[in-house]
């Protein structure tokens, strides 16, 4: 695998599909930050939230929580982010295969619900062997940080092969294991893009809209990165040939 390669196909992609995401991430930036508002407003978790966080930690009163409410909140804005994830992760496999982009909602979704379950597992089994356990928190984080890592790759492997929950996990685990060290400098180059916009939010932190800039700045890092995701899913998955006109292996 040419990780250089990689990276340098990668970045060319993310140069000449710039002016066509644009619009769609500032849009959902936009979008998203509008719902969580009318979905904070419309539960009553704002408030909620507030009372609980302004509560004293030794008070015996704890205030009234919208459980419900909030559940409802976390898992609209999540599917929302999902639905976004997997309709730009097609956007990026269509532009590798040269094809037209086929955009099937139903599809979208259920691709959606098999990813939150990917998360729901990878948060799940430690947080419940840690309770089992009777554990400080130690052996939850552990167990979520190796999970979280080892199933990197299981998304890409449901959205484009349609696989279920527990064979892309599998398959994630098989392709870190089978490349870790070409891995290991993808997360390292994930960290220079998260340190990259974090360096522009400090630039731009005394401007007003600066918390307007931020969900986009991420968009744009985050966008990048999914595409450097994509190519080395592609070049580690012997399975595919299709992408022989950019990644020399």
């Known amino acids: 695998m040419n990780i250089e390669k990689i990276f340098s196909k990668g970045y060319?992609?993310?140069v000449q599909t710039?002016?066509?995401v644009?619009?769609?991430?500032?849009?959902?930036?936009?979008?998203?930050?509008g719902l969580s508002i009318a979905l904070d407003y419309i539960f009553g978790t704002t408030n909620n939230m507030d009372d609980l966080l302004n509560s004293p930690l030794s008070s015996e009163e704890i205030p009234d929580i919208n459980s419900m409410g909030i559940l409802l909140n976390y898992f609209i804005?999540?599917?929302?982010?999902?639905?976004?994830?997997v309709a730009f992760i097609q956007f990026i496999f269509s532009k590798i295969y040269?094809?037209?982009?086929?955009f099937n909602l139903s599809a979208s979704i259920?691709?959606?619900?098999?990813?939150?379950?990917?998360?729901?597992?990878?948060?799940?089994?430690?947080?419940?062997?840690?309770?089992?356990?009777?554990?400080?928190?130690l052996l939850f984080m552990l167990g979520f940080f190796i999970l979280y890592l080892i199933t990197h790759f299981a998304p890409y492997f449901i959205i484009n092969q349609n696989k279920n929950i527990i064979e892309s996990m599998l398959l994630s685990y098989d392709l870190i294991k089978?490349?870790?060290f070409n891995y290991l400098l993808l997360r390292g180059m994930h960290l220079i893009i998260t340190f990259i916009m974090l360096i522009l939010f400090l630039q731009f932190y005394s401007l007003q809209i600066v918390f307007l800039l931020i969900p986009v700045m991420i968009g744009f890092g985050t966008y990048l990165m999914w595409i450097f995701d994509v190519y080395f899913y592609y070049s580690a998955n012997n399975t595919n040939t299709l992408i022989s006109d950019y990644i020399d292996e």
């Open 12 to 14: 060319q992609l993310f």
């Open 110 to 137: 259920k691709s959606a619900f098999k990813i939150i379950g990917i998360y729901i597992l990878v948060t799940g089994a430690p947080l419940v062997i840690s309770i089992i356990l009777d554990d400080s928190g």
């Open 22 to 33: 644009a619009p769609v991430i500032v849009l959902y930036s936009l979008f998203n930050a």
């Open 98 to 102: 040269k094809a037209n982009l086929k």
């Open 178 to 180: 089978n490349n870790t």
């Open 77 to 85: 804005l999540s599917l929302c982010q999902m639905i976004y994830y």
């Open 18 to 20: 710039f002016t066509t």
